[in-house]
């Protein structure tokens, strides 16, 4: 990556708080419902109802300040930010302005550069805000109207702004995934974006490397993304753009109004959306509605200690105690806690974390993803898992005479004994297979021959063969055994 | 420090109002002679003062993550001007409102 | 002596000992209203039947000898801002004309609760922003007292119906005055509660730090039986503060022993009315026949009330009626037409070629909005939005709003260190006595002076009380302003009712039979 320029980037990420009530009012928060069929009066904005915080909505956004390391304001307070908006009932958001609930903490991410290296993105602050409803625009009968759904508007929204810590595109991408996975284990937010529970808007520009030192081009805030794939697409096209444009005009930050543009997923391109320089102005003010909030060293403490093993914190620890590798620890980590919790289990069972790392993400894991469903569903316990384990590891069956046996398992509810029994395994005497071997080599004088000749290849066949007379052989031992008894030949 | 024309204008447009020609002149006035007074605050010292932007000081006031009943639709979306039974209708959201 | 005459305290002793029943009670209010309201325009809407459909289940309740609340079937009559379920809460502004709110306030409910029978909506300066009620959209308030004078504002509707006896009671609500004013005016009892003892929710804001609901009533007695009714926690209002509320009807009658009175030199001076003047100076006196010690107190940035209230709540109120753009409730201009005149502008900019102009045309939805405010807003309205948006924006919050917020804290601060000394504040509550209709509509920074004695009680957060105490040699009525610390409200209902029982103004009553 030897370009003339670096890419800088920040990211302001929207999550959705996992509450069941609205930031201000008791309706459902739940995805998916009918059109305005979640609505009061107070998230429709109507006149004279009045906003009431939910607690949760607070503690939570505590829990996912502090796990992004950042520091808690012992007072913060609700702000409005005016703006007019269809979906946006009130002409304003409940907001924070200038005393958010919590701000200077940072997200460590992998470095896209240098695997197993971290880098660490400082995060600017995280508040709290109420979201607004959906506008639909529906063009029928020649007549060009938008569509308000109020569902939405009042979900409670923890807006997170990292300082321009951001390299690269993909950097963008790896900060978005351990932010997620962060807010996952945390239980604030299940982040899913296709449900728009996570949205990102990106502020991109370029330091370009002159003659009179670094130059920063005009920032541009992109939009639209709806997916990882999508920030990351963006970003890099959105680079490039900003890259041309540079040589073609030379503009500098401060030479142009920052622009907004929108991501056009078909088309793969950013285009810039209308915006007028009078909507910029919120006219922020305290909202008299709404009290204060304080919160004691010692809630932010216990709050703390609710927060469990953040998923970097594990990955060392199932590194150091279970042997496995990085890569690993990480893939299993990001799957997230239940099946760490099962993996652990399932490697306590067989004391091997490095063949129960092999078994959840080779079976387990397939399985989960052909099946749809969640670890918690997985018919087989891990202690079951790890006796299976626990025979294949001691040889009394290959690896995949046991995914055999998984399959029993998966498919009967037997334990791993009785599927073991079931599908009538059981170790090879050593006697018996040196037998088996020597009649197979004296039914194959072809084969023999060409081991004879070094065409070790051919030991195949006698193994083949040598399951079809008892499915139980170990084919490893097979092999090693018939090419013993041909050199003794 | 009275309002100009071209400021009247602005707020026109940021307060989503539509003022006339002759409104904006008649506003430009009045606003000019409020603000005018409005510096009788400047004689006062402030700087070490807190602002006060709530009447009572009440904090942390909350309720809690309990699901209370919505609005039947029609009722939701009955002071609505237009609506089609299911959503609320504006002329078409194109671009920045 | 009719039914009409009356006080809401006596008219409760004689529904409770059967005398009358409160059908009886509400048809002679209706009667009433029906007789005199063509002149007065006190009511923006008067719902006989269902006032007298309210008023037969509470003599039902009372035949059958349940529990009834309180207000056992009196009549009370609501300022039109406060949401009454499937009933219209129109603000009495055009945006809201059709507006049926889908829910009560919490005050509606609490009077159904206790037995109170709605007679209808009152006529107010719309979205309660005026101080002569001449800003309604739909109809003037005139004074009982003399019917080519306003009634003061924003109650002015709620008002003039308790002076005129059209409603032994009304509900209403004070950001600037606007309870204690038109009640001056109108030679009856108005009272502002502290900020938190009622709760806000199902009052259309005008300025939230600052609204307040509370009673006006023709005597002491009958506002603190109203206030009863009305005060009290509600978990739906963050700023509503839970604290007891204390039993004020049993307690009024009881004087308040070695009062110590406040008066306060700078609020006697330029610009108050002689005998405006002159009528707060002798019932003064009358507190100091009563026993009372009448000390000197000082409020150094009372003169600044007008002007930090003016940027205060006009901030607040641009925020609060943002709301109002032909989306989700009220108005909205015909879009079709919106849309066509904006369709000619294009093409007379095109025309022109005014590039400039045709980058900051309005798109079809920002006219949308623009031209429903501005239809429906009448011009005080905008007025204030106007004041608000430009105080709020980049660049002016730090010298308007956030000036403003620092002065009030100094406001405050002013009225703790007072009441170190005195027991309450009296004052005079309006500069003058009630104007000629039309005097001030084209003079609005005359119009907010007159705020001038009452901003600071909100601007406070305090409690504040109108009670008689004189008329003017026109036979115009002139009101005391009592204040009294936060949650002092008892301590002022006694302290007004003392002065009452030993005067004789709140007895008068305006002649509405002819000249
Ligand atoms: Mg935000
Ligand atoms: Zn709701």
């Given at each position: 990556m030897n370009k003339p320029y670096a890419i800088i980037i920040g990211l302001e990420v929207h999550v959705q708080l996992l509450t069941s009530s609205k930031l201000f009012c008791g309706c459902s928060t739940a995805f998916g419902a009918a059109p305005n069929t979640q609505t009061c009066v107070v998230c429709t904005g109507t006149p004279g109802a009045l906003p009431v915080m939910n607690r949760q909505a607070y503690l939570l956004s505590v829990k996912a300040a502090l796990g992004l390391n950042c520091q808690i304001a012992r007072l913060t307070k609700w702000d409005r930010k005016n703006y007019y908006y269809p979906d946006l009932p009130k002409g304003y958001q409940i907001s924070q302005y200038d005393m958010p609930l919590s701000r200077d903490g940072h997200l460590d991410i992998p470095d896209p550069e240098q695997e197993g290296q971290v880098r660490r993105i400082r995060i600017i602050r995280a508040h709290l805000e109420e979201d607004a409803g959906k506008s639909m625009h529906d063009e029928v009968a020649g007549k060009a109207d938008s569509r308000i759904d109020l569902n939405r508007a009042g979900t409670p929204l923890l807006e997170?702004?990292?300082?321009?810590?951001?390299?690269?595109?993909?950097?963008?991408?790896?900060?978005?995934?351990?932010?997620?996975?962060?807010?996952?284990?945390?239980?604030?937010?299940?982040?899913?974006?296709?449900?728009?529970?996570?949205?990102?808007?990106?502020?991109?520009?370029?330091?370009?490397?002159?003659?009179?030192?670094?130059?920063?081009?005009?920032?541009?805030?992109?939009?639209?993304?709806?997916?990882?794939?999508?920030?990351?697409?963006?970003?890099?096209?959105?680079?490039?753009?900003?890259?041309?444009?540079?040589q073609e005009t030379g503009q500098r930050i401060g030479d142009v109004p920052k622009q907004t543009r929108g991501w056009e997923e078909e088309a793969q391109i950013t285009r810039p959306q209308r915006s007028k320089e009078e909507s910029s102005d919120y006219r922020y003010f305290p909202d008299p509605d709404l009290a204060p909030v304080t919160i004691s060293e010692d809630a932010i403490a216990h709050v703390r200690q609710s927060l469990g093993e953040l998923p970097a914190d594990l990955r060392t620890r199932l590194v150091g105690q279970f042997g496995i590798t990085p890569y690993d620890s990480d893939v299993l980590v990001s799957q997230g806690r239940p099946l760490v919790d099962y993996f652990i289990a399932a490697a306590e069972a067989c004391r091997d974390g490095k063949a129960a790392a092999n078994w959840v993400q080779q079976s387990v894991l397939r399985v989960l993803n052909e099946r749809q469903m969640p670890i918690e569903q997985f018919p087989v316990p891990p202690a079951e898992l790890g006796r299976l384990i626990d025979e294949v590891q001691s040889g009394k069956m290959e690896t995949s005479r046991g995914r055999e046996v998984l399959a029993e398992m998966l498919a009967t509810g037997k334990s791993a004994a009785a599927a073991i029994d079931a599908l009538g395994i059981v170790q090879v005497d050593e006697a018996d297979l040196e037998t088996l071997c020597a009649e197979l080599l004296a039914s194959n004088p072809k084969v023999v021959d060409d081991l004879k000749q070094g065409r070790l290849k051919a030991a195949g066949a006698l193994i083949g063969q040598a399951k079809k007379r008892n499915p139980n052989v170990n084919a490893t031992r097979v092999r090693e055994i018939c090419l013993q008894l041909v050199q003794r030949m | 420090m009275p309002i100009s024309h071209q400021q009247v204008t602005r707020v026109s447009l940021l307060g989503r109002l539509l003022l006339s020609e002759e409104?904006?002149?008649?506003?430009?006035?009045?606003?000019?002679?409020?603000?005018?007074?409005?510096?009788?605050?400047?004689?006062?010292?402030?700087?070490?003062?807190?602002?006060?932007?709530?009447?009572?000081?009440?904090?942390?006031?909350?309720?809690?993550?309990?699901?209370?009943?919505?609005?039947?639709?029609?009722?939701?979306?009955?002071?609505?001007?237009?609506?089609?039974?299911?959503?609320?209708?504006?002329?078409?959201?194109l671009g920045d409102a | 002596?009719?039914?009409?005459?009356?006080?809401?305290?006596?008219?409760?002793?004689?529904?409770?000992?059967?005398?009358?029943?409160?059908?009886?009670?509400?048809?002679?209010?209706?009667?009433?209203?029906?007789?005199?309201?063509?002149?007065?325009?006190?009511?923006?809407?008067?719902?006989?039947?269902?006032?007298?459909?309210?008023?037969?289940?509470?003599?039902?309740?009372?035949?059958?000898?349940?529990?009834?609340?309180?207000?056992?079937?009196?009549?009370?009559?609501?300022?039109?801002?406060?949401?009454?379920?499937?009933?219209?809460?129109?603000?009495?502004?055009r945006m809201l004309e059709d507006f049926r709110p889908p829910y009560d306030a919490t005050v509606i409910a609490r009077l159904k609760a206790a037995d109170g029978v709605i007679l209808g909506k009152t006529n107010m300066d719309e979205f309660a922003m005026g101080g002569s009620t001449e800003n309604s959209a739909f109809r003037l308030t005139r004074n009982p007292w003399d019917t080519t004078r306003i009634?003061?504002?924003?109650?002015?509707?709620?008002?003039?119906?308790?002076?005129?006896?059209?409603?032994?009671?009304?509900?209403?609500?004070?950001?600037?005055?606007?309870?204690?004013?038109?009640?001056?005016?109108?030679?009856?009892?108005?009272?502002?509660?502290?900020y938190g003892r009622v709760s806000r929710y199902g009052l259309v804001a005008f300025a939230s730090s600052l609204d307040q609901i509370g009673p006006l009533a023709r005597t002491v007695e009958d506002a603190a039986l109203l206030l009863e009714v009305l005060a009290g926690h509600d978990p739906r209002d963050s700023t509503s503060v839970d604290r007891p509320v204390p039993n004020y009807t049993s307690s009024v009658g009881r004087p308040l022993e070695r009062l110590r009175l406040g008066i306060v030199p700078e609020l006697f001076g330029d610009g108050l009315d002689a005998e405006v003047a002159a009528a707060v100076r002798v019932a003064v006196d009358v507190y100091r026949s009563l026993g009372a010690t009448v000390q000197e107190v000082s409020l150094p940035h009372g003169k600044y009330a007008v002007a930090t209230y003016y940027i205060i709540a006009p901030c607040e109120a641009s925020s609060n009626l943002a709301r109002y753009d032909g989306v989700h409730y009220g108005y909205r201009t015909d879009a079709q037409k919106a849309a066509a005149r904006l369709e000619a502008e294009r093409k007379a900019l095109e025309q022109a070629g005014d590039r400039a102009g045709l980058d900051n045309l309005d798109t079809a939805l920002v006219r949308m909005y623009r031209q429903t405010r501005s239809e429906a807003f009448g011009p005080e309205v905008k007025r204030r939005i106007m004041l608000g948006t430009y105080a709020l924006s980049a660049?002016?919050?730090?010298?308007?709003?956030?000036?403003?917020?620092?002065?009030?804290?100094?406001?405050?601060?002013?009225?703790?260190?007072?009441?170190?000394?005195?027991?309450?504040?009296?004052?005079?509550?309006?500069?003058?006595?009630?104007?000629?209709?039309?005097?001030?509509?084209?003079?609005?920074?005359?119009?907010?002076?007159?705020?001038?004695?009452?901003?600071?009680?909100?601007?406070?957060?305090?409690?504040?009380?109108?009670?008689?105490?004189?008329?003017?040699?026109?036979?115009?009525?002139?009101?005391?302003?009592?204040?009294?610390?936060?949650?002092?409200?008892?301590?002022?209902?006694?302290?007004?009712?003392?002065?009452?029982?030993?005067?004789?103004?709140?007895?008068?009553?305006?002649?509405?039979?002819?000249?």
């Open positions: 997170i702004v990292s300082q321009p810590d951001l390299r690269s595109p993909a950097e963008a991408k790896n900060y978005l995934t351990e932010l997620k996975l962060l807010l996952n284990y945390l239980g604030v937010s299940d982040c899913n974006m296709q449900e728009g529970s996570l949205r990102v808007d990106a502020n991109i520009n370029l330091h370009v490397a002159t003659p009179e030192g670094n130059v920063a081009t005009p920032i541009v805030e992109v939009k639209n993304m709806n997916s990882f794939r999508a920030v990351e697409r963006a970003l890099a096209y959105e680079a490039q753009r900003q890259w041309e444009l540079w | 409104e904006t002149e008649t506003m430009t006035a009045q606003l000019g002679q409020i603000l005018t007074y409005m510096q009788l605050l400047d004689e006062v010292d402030t700087d070490q003062v807190e602002p006060m932007a709530h009447a009572v000081e009440v904090s942390d006031v909350f309720r809690g993550d309990q699901l209370a009943p919505s609005l039947a639709r029609d009722l939701a979306l009955a002071n609505a001007p237009q609506h089609d039974g299911e959503c609320y209708r504006v002329p078409a959201v | 002596m009719s039914l009409t005459d009356l006080s809401a305290v006596e008219l409760l002793d004689r529904l409770d000992a059967r005398h009358v029943t409160s059908t009886e009670v509400v048809q002679a209010f209706l009667d009433r209203i029906e007789r005199y309201d063509r002149r007065i325009g006190a009511f923006l809407r008067v719902d006989r039947e269902a006032a007298l459909d309210q008023a037969a289940a509470v003599d039902r309740k009372r035949q059958a000898g349940e529990a009834l609340g309180r207000l056992g079937g009196l009549p009370v009559a609501i300022k039109d801002l406060l949401a009454t379920q499937g009933e219209p809460t129109t603000c009495a502004s009634p003061g504002g924003s109650s002015g509707g709620s008002a003039a119906a308790v002076a005129a006896a059209m409603a032994p009671l009304s509900v209403a609500s004070d950001t600037g005055g606007s309870i204690r004013a038109p009640a001056s005016w109108c030679g009856v009892v108005g009272l502002k509660p502290t660049g002016y919050y730090d010298a308007y709003y956030l000036k403003a917020m620092k002065v009030r804290r100094l406001v405050r601060e002013d009225f703790d260190r007072a009441f170190e000394q005195v027991d309450l504040i009296a004052g005079p509550v309006t500069p003058m006595p009630a104007y000629p209709i039309g005097e001030k509509v084209n003079d609005p920074l005359a119009m907010y002076l007159c705020d001038v004695y009452t901003a600071c009680t909100n601007l406070a957060g305090i409690a504040g009380l109108s009670i008689p105490c004189g008329f003017s040699s026109r036979g115009l009525p002139i009101g005391l302003h009592l204040q009294a610390p936060a949650f002092e409200e008892e301590r002022l209902l006694r302290g007004a009712a003392m002065y009452q029982r030993a005067t004789a103004w709140h007895t008068r009553r305006p002649s509405l039979d002819g000249e």
